[in-house]
């Protein structure tokens, strides 16, 4: 019964099936277009997404992760309506984002504001990826870095994000961003900290040698010693909840 929802292609992947069944009664499906799956083998989350690259047929693309949601089932005509009324040179879109925890509880909104990512790109801070569309164009000639695990999309978008790159602001389309993911793992944060100061070295290098940069690293290891501790990552999910965070 999948099949009626899903064109599915690939060659790895032998649960897929199983696990894509469950859609077939969504009650999204009446307002979602044709889905395409594809499962195969990758080397990671940004492989993966540039065998997606090739694939993309419309002129907006938008990387959904794996629990991570659209808010509301006009989140697609939402944002249809707006990229139709945008600037044709817009690069890019943003929507408002939900941040939640680990227990899906939420307890973050974020409202977008392009006017502050070139400035805070070059400060180590990456605006959540989940929450940006792409115009095909700014995929010309260009992939994500795959020797990043972590970071792959911050340094994706400080390449193709310009100073004078146009954008729109979507504040009616909402997504809600799981928590407990890759990056916001105390487990991973060393690696996280390191692949973000080779992306300022890249782009920024002169930021690595500001205060800012030094309560970034010292705070990395504050919530790595947190996520050692016993309870230590209750007590940071905690503090993230009270802070806003």
Request: glycine letters at 10%; proline letters at 6%.
């Amino acid at each position: 019964k999948y099949s009626e929802y899903f064109d599915h292609a690939g060659t790895g992947g032998a649960g897929l099936p199983s696990r894509t069944k469950r859609w077939s009664g969504h009650p999204a499906r009446p307002v979602l277009p044709d889905l395409k799956v594809s499962s195969e083998p990758d080397r990671g989350v940004y492989d993966a997404w540039n065998k997606a690259l090739p694939r993309i047929s419309g002129e907006w693309a938008l990387f959904l992760g794996a629990d991570d949601q659209l808010a509301g089932a006009d989140f697609l005509s939402v944002c249809k309506k707006a990229l139709e009324n945008a600037d044709d040179r817009a690069d890019f879109a943003i929507t408002a984002l939900q941040k939640t925890d680990a227990l899906g509880r939420p307890f973050k909104r974020l409202e977008p504001d392009g006017a502050s990512v070139y400035a805070n790109l070059l400060r180590g801070r990456m605006l959540p990826h989940t929450a940006l569309l792409h115009h095909r164009r700014v995929f010309a000639g260009k992939a994500f870095d795959t020797s990043f695990k972590i970071t792959g999309d911050y340094d994706f978008i400080c390449r193709a994000w310009k100073r004078e790159t146009r954008w729109l602001d979507i504040p009616e389309a909402l997504i809600v961003m799981g928590g407990g993911g890759l990056s916001g793992n105390p487990r991973h944060i060393w690696r996280l900290r390191r692949e973000v100061s080779e992306v300022l070295r890249r782009y920024s290098p002169a930021h690595l040698r500001t205060p800012d940069y030094f309560f970034f690293m010292f705070k990395g290891m504050v919530i790595r010693l947190l996520g050692i501790l016993p309870g230590g990552l209750t007590a940071l999910d905690r503090g993230k909840r009270l802070l806003g965070r």
